[in-house]
């Protein structure tokens, strides 16, 4: 079995063939081709947790774990740890063990980067970035190199932490700026990216038209980053169904009517919305997991 560690996993996975190897997988996952139940999470103690996430496809078959340990930051350890073992199917072989955290940030951000080439996203637009954690980091950087956004803000429920993912996006070769008024800016970007653990929204419901919003925070049914009015009016994605009608806050507490919710592989189909407001709502699948696990294989046995 090869090991991989962080900075081999990023390696192996760019964003545009990253995006392109999602936009296969959910077109995979709607045919029923690939296999991947709702993730497992068991208590450890207090609100610390493992999350167990398995998929399949006639190839291959990978499982993730994570582990959530919210003391470890006071212990000088990351609080978030995990792997991705991908296997042969027939054999049961294991393959490759992927850093886990990496793999999972990369492949979020990837998923919402397929969703926005889906609709056909154009270049050069505004982006407002709301959180400064690894997802607002990983799909900053997403969006910079296959978008090409003419400006990007990020913004936070503190300045500091807002300063810091600036800071991380510079030491990468990408600019951005700290935003102090959410609201405004929410109303002049084309792009949004919500990415907290917030339980109440975090940008109003004042968006331009045609605006496209990417909201990847809260994937329990108490989380919520969006204001119900505009998860009413806007036109809806998800990444995968059948996990966002159980576990996305931000469509349970609208009280959506499932019927309106489009999956991935039928993003395609709202390319021509023009001023009407989309909302990309995600809450993962180790479907995803699967994908990004299948590319970094290929391109590490073509090495």
């Keep these: 079995m090869r090991i991989v560690d962080a900075e081999q996993t990023a390696a192996l996975l760019p964003w545009k063939p990253l995006a392109d190897a999602m936009r296969r997988a959910a077109g995979e996952l709607h045919a029923g081709r690939l296999h991947a139940p709702l993730r497992h999470a068991f208590a450890l103690s207090g609100d610390d947790r493992l999350l167990l996430m398995p998929a399949s496809d006639a190839y291959y078959a990978s499982v993730k774990l994570v582990t959530v340990n919210h003391g470890n930051p006071a212990l000088g350890r990351a609080r978030v740890q995990g792997e991705v073992v991908l296997m042969d199917r027939a054999t049961g072989e294991r ?33 407002l970035v709301v959180g400064a954690g690894a997802q607002a980091l990983a799909h900053a950087l997403a969006f910079d190199a296959v978008l090409a956004p003419a400006w990007i803000g990020v913004a936070s429920r503190s300045r500091a932490s807002s300063e810091g993912l600036v800071a991380a996006l510079k030491a990468q070769g990408v600019t951005a700026q700290v935003v102090d008024d959410i609201a405004a800016e929410a109303a002049r970007c084309g792009l949004i990216v919500t990415a907290t653990t917030s339980r109440t929204p975090v940008i109003p419901d004042t968006l331009r038209p045609g605006a496209r919003v990417f909201a990847v925070g809260a994937f329990t049914p108490a989380m919520c980053e969006l204001p119900a009015a505009l998860v009413n009016r806007a036109a809806l994605i998800v990444d995968e169904k059948e996990g966002a009608l159980v576990e996305a806050g931000d469509l349970i507490q609208a009280g959506v009517d499932g019927s309106r919710v489009r999956d991935l592989a039928s993003a395609h189909e709202l390319a021509g919305a023009g001023d009407q407001v989309v909302v990309f709502k995600s809450v993962g699948s180790a479907a995803w997991d699967l994908a990004a696990a299948r590319l970094a294989w290929d391109r590490l046995s073509a090495c």
């Design 95 to 127: 393959l490759a063990w992927f850093d886990g955290v990496v793999l999972t940030a990369r492949r979020t951000a990837a998923v919402s980067l397929a969703a926005a080439l889906a609709l056909q996203v154009a270049a050069g637009a505004r982006l």
